[in-house]
């Protein structure tokens, strides 16, 4: 009897599934971390996308329809995403963790995949099935408003980012707990600030003040950075304390705020927050390179040629904090790789949303490999809001990863006794260190 040798690829791929990883970025919440049911599964909004992109009304996605309604009415259009890398992930999910092997889901078929994601929902134990033993996560980081109410008795596994997308992006996030609750509009900017920080915010001095004693009491413990999403317009700008003082001013006696005022304000914070992490070394991670809200709320990649230069020197002027970017866009990869390779202060992790398909992957791993020291990458991280997600995407990216690194030991870059050195550093040693995960007791 013949047996065929694993290849190069399948080689790695193995290994990459056997390294013990750290996610530095999810929205898992602590006490529901896997899909209670078929229509949470399938409502991933990176799967919706695809689904509106065929045609599927708005209508149909609506949460207060019973969960299989809403499965019924997606089943005509998920046969015709079949062929994208994020409907390969959606069945990749249905097939190892649910046991569905048939090709599509229909009408006839869906019910025994109900009745299995329901099942595994009241599982206590699925998710560290999925986490711990699948994928071999050691830890995961979420927001902290996904801290949960059992807040005291959280794994041992879980640590948390503080969300500061409002801070200094008003609007372009609306599930921002504990903080930033439903708060859309920019308009509501100064109204938030007197919600965190009472009458602090009655003089420039004040308010900073402020700012960095509520970060000194939120990133502590368990909530070991923060993070935000940078449209590509925005740009971090060293305040003027004068023109801040006459805004407050302008918004204790009036309450009216001009646009121009509210950018002012949150130039001011978002400086001051970024202060802080250099005051304090701690990490700040940032998601760059797509434009948001594009006709009814729609995201694309974006890149303006300014950007990197500009971000430059804010990495150059808080040097004490460290800043991991995580790029929408393709034409982002490179120049963040050689920044990475120069400032001591700047990482690069993962593949973000409109870069997360395996040949994407593929191309930028093999590239910050060959660019930025393995100490300075971040080779995984899901952006899953359930256990089951994490495992989809892990395989994506080990599709993608594998076969980067099979091209380097192929080509003579690498050899092969050293990739395992360099996925513990990437998938485990570099999340652990950049974002201060060890235990602490």
């Excluded at 809403?70 to 015709?80: D, E, F, H």
């Excluded at 003089?203 to 004693?213: N, P, S, V």
């Excluded at 309450?255 to 001051?272: M, R, Y």
């Excluded at 393709?330 to 398909?357: C, I, K, M």
Aim: with cysteine; hydrophobic share 40%.
């Amino acid at each position: 009897m013949f047996t065929t040798e694993p290849s190069l690829t399948q080689r790695i791929e193995r290994l990459i599934a056997e390294t013990p990883k750290i996610d530095p970025h999810t929205h898992i919440p602590c006490d529901q971390r896997s899909a209670p049911d078929l229509a949470s599964l399938m409502s991933y909004h990176w799967v919706k996308t695809e689904l509106r992109a065929v045609g599927m009304p708005a209508d149909d996605f609506d949460p207060a329809l019973p969960g299989e309604e809403r499965v019924r009415r997606a089943i005509p259009y998920l046969s015709k995403i079949r062929n994208t890398a994020m409907s390969w992930c959606l069945f990749r999910i249905f097939r190892d963790l649910f046991d569905f092997h048939d090709p599509v889901v229909t009408k006839d078929n869906y019910l025994t995949l109900v009745d299995r994601v329901l099942a595994s929902g009241r599982d206590a134990t699925w998710p560290t099935t999925i986490l711990k033993h699948k994928c071999k996560i050691e830890k995961f980081v979420t927001s902290l408003g996904n801290r949960g109410a059992d807040s005291n008795r959280v794994d041992r596994d879980a640590f948390f980012m503080l969300d500061t997308h409002y801070l200094m992006c008003p609007g372009v996030a609306t599930d921002l707990t504990p903080f930033f609750v439903g708060r859309t509009t920019r308009e509501a900017y100064y109204e938030v600030l007197v919600e965190l920080f009472g009458d602090h915010v009655a003089t420039a001095r004040r308010l900073e003040t402020a700012i960095h004693d509520w970060l000194s009491r939120v990133v502590a413990d368990r909530t070991r950075f923060s993070n935000t999403f940078l449209p590509i317009e925005r740009r971090f700008v060293e305040p003027d304390s004068a023109s801040v003082q006459a805004v407050l001013d302008r918004a204790s006696t009036r309450g009216e705020l001009s646009d121009q005022d509210i950018e002012t304000l949150i130039q001011f914070v978002s400086w001051k927050v970024l202060e802080w992490h250099h005051q304090t070394r701690k990490a700040f991670q940032i998601a760059v390179g797509a434009e948001y809200f594009i006709c009814d709320g729609k995201s694309i990649p974006r890149y303006q040629q300014t950007w990197t230069t500009d971000m430059c020197r804010v990495f150059h002027h808080f040097s004490n904090a460290r800043f991991d970017v995580m790029a929408a866009s393709d034409l982002h990869v490179h120049e963040t790789a050689v920044v990475a390779r120069q400032f001591p202060n700047v990482y690069v992790s993962g593949y973000w949303w409109h870069n997360f398909f395996p040949t994407t992957i593929e191309r930028i791993v093999a590239l910050r490999l060959q660019v930025a020291p393995m100490m300075k990458i971040g080779g995984f991280l899901c952006d899953a809001y359930y256990a089951e997600w994490t495992y989809g995407k892990l395989q994506v990216v080990k599709k993608g990863m594998a076969r980067a690194i099979a091209g380097m030991v192929e080509s003579g870059l690498l050899e092969e006794d050293e990739v395992p050195a360099i996925l513990q550093a990437v998938l485990h040693d570099s999340p652990r260190d950049l974002y201060d995960l060890d235990e602490r007791d």
